[in-house]
């Protein structure tokens, strides 16, 4: 039996050929330990490391000595909500995120609450945008951090970073976003961003899973301080104790390498793709809705609601044709209805008959012609079924 189409690329993305070549080594025969600093095998790894360092930082407009590695994107998070939180407590206990951000930022700041934390959700509009005037009304003396992701991974949206991070340098609170799905495969320049804490995830821009990053800006004009999570050997500056996973790193830096050469291309395929889909079901089918910003949104991100059909029906007849989710993988288990598409204002009934659409690099026209005419017919096939009244939009 042949593989589904994957279109499910905010989840995770395939491993990239040139990033298992570059990985192989170091898996093999170039297995030393970063920390090593007394022979060839300790000099190879660090050395692999050094490069990736710089990778990663060249595609963010970064300086590699403000890279910090890590496991991923829920590690990096949760470094700096609870490492800013208690390296600054002494200053004020407030933090600012909204109510889309991803759990690893939710659920800390949930954490944070029951420590005495205050936390405030600032609320987004029906596109999911997040209105930077609303952050500055709820910036107070006390605030210390604010948090909003650069994009969001269910409905795509793109937040207003530059004057979020304009007016966090403006009241001298640190900024930081969960840009993992932004990263890659949008522009994304720190400085640009102002930006002074940014999480990154490798296997969402083709690299291997278990490993991340985590931007901190070394001045601003003073040093960040955060608290680490994990003591130990001191690693990563004294961030992140523990041994470097050196092949995850290096596919990493590779990843990195390969999406700033390649992602101001893509985005333009992409969007091109992304636009076929939307007119094939649209034309074909009645009842079907948009979820999040129109034209501010990831190239390859595609979220429709569809009426009269029950979502986890029409992913289940379609999964041996395409694979696809109906919300962010985060929230693993939940049979709930995706919080972000509540927050801006859908109602139950539809947002529990909502599909993500994740367009990937290895996406073609073909397979997009293929999954419009499965969508199509399988959701009919499902509204003639339904009985008459059920899943009103």
């Not at 407590?89 to 759990?103: C, D, F, L, P, Q």
């Not at 289940?316 to 927050?343: F, H, N, Q």
Request: aromatic residues 6%; charged residues 20%.
């Amino acid at each position: 039996m042949s593989r589904p189409i994957y279109l499910d690329h905010h989840a995770t993305t395939p491993i990239d050929p040139a990033v298992l070549e570059a990985m192989m080594p170091y898996l093999t025969d170039k297995f030393g330990n970063a920390a090593s600093r007394t022979h060839r095998y300790g000099w190879e790894a660090e050395e692999a490391v050094h490069t990736a360092r710089e990778q990663v930082a060249a595609l963010i407009g970064a300086r590699p000595e403000d890279i910090i590695f890590t496991s991923g994107a829920t590690e990096s998070d949760n470094m700096v909500l609870k490492g800013i939180a208690w390296s600054y407590r002494a200053k004020g206990n407030h933090i600012i995120t909204t109510t889309i951000e991803h759990k690893a930022v939710l659920d800390s700041c949930k954490a944070l609450e029951k420590d005495g934390f205050q936390v405030t959700y600032v609320p987004v509009d029906a596109m999911g945008l997040v209105d930077p005037e609303a952050i500055r009304q709820a910036i107070t003396p006390q605030t210390i951090l604010i948090s909003v992701m650069y994009a969001n991974s269910e409905i795509g949206t793109i937040a207003p970073l530059a004057a979020i991070g304009a007016m966090a340098r403006e009241h001298g609170v640190w900024f930081h976003s969960d840009a993992v799905q932004g990263v890659g495969k949008i522009a994304c320049n720190v400085d640009a961003l102002q930006v002074d804490l940014m999480s990154i995830s490798g296997h969402k821009l083709y690299g291997p899973k278990g490993v991340g990053a985590l931007y901190i800006r070394k001045t601003r004009p003073k040093r960040i301080r955060l608290q680490p999570l994990m003591d130990g050997g001191g690693h990563e500056r004294g961030f992140r104790s523990g041994t470097l996973n050196v092949p995850g790193i290096v596919g990493f830096g590779k990843a990195c390498e390969l999406s700033q050469e390649l992602w101001p291309e893509e985005s333009v395929r992409l969007r091109g793709l992304r636009q076929r889909l939307y007119t094939g079901l649209t034309e074909r089918l009645e009842d079907i809705y948009l979820n999040g910003h129109p034209e501010q949104r990831l190239p390859g991100n595609l979220n429709m609601s569809f009426a009269y059909v029950q979502g986890e029906s029409l992913l289940m007849s379609l999964k041996d044709i395409v694979a696809l989710s109906a919300g962010s993988a985060c929230s693993s288990g939940s049979t709930e209805p995706s919080y972000v598409l509540r927050a801006i204002g859908v109602d139950d009934t539809l947002a529990s008959a909502s599909i993500r659409f994740g367009l990937g690099r290895g996406t073609t026209a073909e397979e997009i012609d293929t999954v419009i005419h499965a969508v199509v017919g399988k959701a009919e096939r499902l509204r003639a079924l339904a009985p008459t009244g059920d899943f009103q939009p």
